[in-house]
């Protein structure tokens, strides 16, 4: 018991430390007036989301003050001649209220806890009836006060080649530090389909203000490529001053209202874990902070019935930690013996603050007859961190049934995963965009994938 309390005070002390040498390695991050987070009439925190299929449908959600009750989105087939917006067609939004008084804020950029309120209107529509493979511009509004017309290109019907960019977490001196590594991912893939968000996006899942933060420096990225996003361990914080003591954590205020996100998972999960069909691959999403055991079997039918060539998973917590003093063994256990069973592909995870890349070991029993041992990989599983908060990476992978290929630290990075036919191509780039890591996977008939060019 008594090596039990030592223990457990060494990792909080270590904790504190990190926390300490991160917070002393950077300059105290931009102080905001609350007002500079403060909606308007005007739409802001305009975001696109996939909820539905995305070739014929897409979600887009925006923020007003509460004057502004009723929202409407516009849409047209893009053309060249501006003139295509005579025939957009217009959708009513539905509306929410997002409102809550004296929300604790664990500590503002002096580190001292602090009282808001928020009461702000949100609005989401999703278009549907769309073509596939077309460029739309949409429009969001009250019918006076009005967005940008937007434009965005939906998804083929057929399995055509596409590319996607992975970030893992933001969480830290977003709007300081993480609007040049994002805004660098749009310069080397402009082309790409959507951005997965791999958790933590911000530090306190509650603060209206990193959230402004998160949009202020995606700009219009957000409001052009679709997001699909899972919540961290800092999307769960406690809301008010007596959720504290007994830890009770509740999922961030904002998540429900501000994504429009596929509701195929379990109903008092949603928007947090789902899945999507994109072009020839499934993506599914999990929620590693909440009902881990329940959402296994929903992740077996899911898993069961893919009718995909390649299999893409994303979650916040690491089926195999990349840095020191973390470990993550209830999505192991349970999750890790379905991705071998129905041979996921790649595994996108955060939480980290630093990189690893590697592949889980392939058992014979899991192989097709008839192919070669020798030139097969497991389950390829990536931790990345986007932000600037930075952790010590593991030393190596040694205490698990994985090998580690590659790892990093004090780098912040954005992969871009490209897919066509039998090959998936992996790229990790920094924020200056330098290329730090790269494999391709090439899968062969018999849907065994070999491990090359890293
Ligand atoms: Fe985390």
């Given at each position: 018991m008594l090596l039990f309390i030592v223990h457990k005070k060494l990792i909080i002390a270590s904790i504190i430390l990190s926390n300490l040498v991160f917070s002393q390695s950077l300059p105290k991050k931009s102080e905001f007036d609350i007002s500079w987070s403060n909606p308007s009439k005007y739409p802001d925190h305009i975001l696109l989301n996939y909820s539905d299929d995305p070739a014929s449908t897409i979600s887009v959600t925006w923020r007003t003050s509460r004057e502004i009750t009723t929202g409407f989105g516009e849409i047209a087939e893009a053309k060249a001649d501006p003139k295509f917006v005579n025939k957009a067609t217009r959708t009513i939004a539905t509306t929410s209220n997002l409102k809550y008084n004296n929300?604790?804020?664990h500590y503002n950029s002096s580190r001292r806890k602090s009282f808001h309120n928020v009461n702000h209107n949100y609005h989401s529509i999703t278009f549907k009836d769309l073509k596939p493979n077309t460029v739309y511009a949409y429009?969001?509004?009250?019918?006076?006060?009005?967005?940008?017309?937007?434009?965005?290109?939906?998804?083929?019907?057929?399995?055509?080649?596409?590319?996607?960019?992975?970030?893992?977490?933001?969480?830290?001196?977003?709007?300081?530090?993480?609007?040049?590594?994002?805004?660098?991912?749009?310069?080397?893939?402009?082309?790409?389909?959507?951005?997965i968000h791999a958790g933590d996006l911000v530090d306190d899942g509650h603060n209206e203000e990193e959230w402004h933060e998160w949009f202020a420096a995606g700009g219009w990225i957000h409001r052009s490529l679709p997001s699909l996003a899972v919540p961290g361990n800092h999307e769960y914080r406690p809301l008010y001053q007596k959720d504290i003591a007994p830890r009770k954590k509740s999922l961030s205020i904002q998540w429900n209202h501000q994504f429009t996100l596929p509701n195929n998972g379990l109903s008092d999960l949603q928007e947090t874990h789902y899945f999507l069909d994109y072009q020839g691959v499934r993506f599914i999403a999990l929620n590693s902070n909440e009902k881990v055991n329940e959402q296994t079997e929903w992740l077996e039918t899911v898993l069961k019935n893919n009718p995909h060539k390649w299999t893409v998973v994303f979650l916040h917590h690491p089926i195999y930690s990349a840095s020191t003093r973390r470990d993550n063994p209830e999505p192991r256990n349970l999750w890790k013996p379905l991705f071998d069973q129905y041979g996921v592909d790649l595994v996108l995870q955060g939480h980290?603050?630093?990189?690893?890349?590697?592949?889980?070991?392939?058992?014979?029993?899991?192989?097709?007859?008839?192919?070669?041992?020798?030139?097969?990989?497991g389950t390829v599983y990536v931790v990345s961190v986007s932000g600037p908060k930075q952790y010590d990476?593991?030393?190596?992978?040694?205490?698990?049934?994985?090998?580690?290929?590659?790892?990093?630290?004090?780098?912040?990075?954005?992969?871009?995963?490209?897919?066509d036919g039998n090959i998936l191509s992996y790229k990790s780039y920094t924020a200056i965009g330098d290329l730090f890591d790269s494999f391709d996977l090439i899968k062969n008939d018999n849907g065994i994938n070999s491990l090359t060019n890293y």
């Open positions: 929300i604790v804020h429009r969001v509004g009250d019918g006076q006060h009005w967005s940008e017309w937007i434009q965005f290109t939906t998804a083929h019907r057929t399995n055509e080649p596409f590319s996607f960019v992975y970030v893992g977490d933001a969480q830290n001196y977003i709007y300081d530090l993480w609007s040049r590594l994002i805004r660098e991912s749009y310069k080397k893939a402009p082309q790409a389909s959507f951005i980290d603050h630093s990189y690893a890349r590697g592949a889980a070991s392939l058992y014979e029993e899991n192989l097709l007859t008839g192919t070669n041992i020798k030139d097969a990989t990476a593991k030393p190596n992978w040694d205490q698990y049934d994985a090998r580690r290929d590659k790892s990093g630290e004090n780098k912040q990075l954005f992969q871009v995963i490209s897919i």
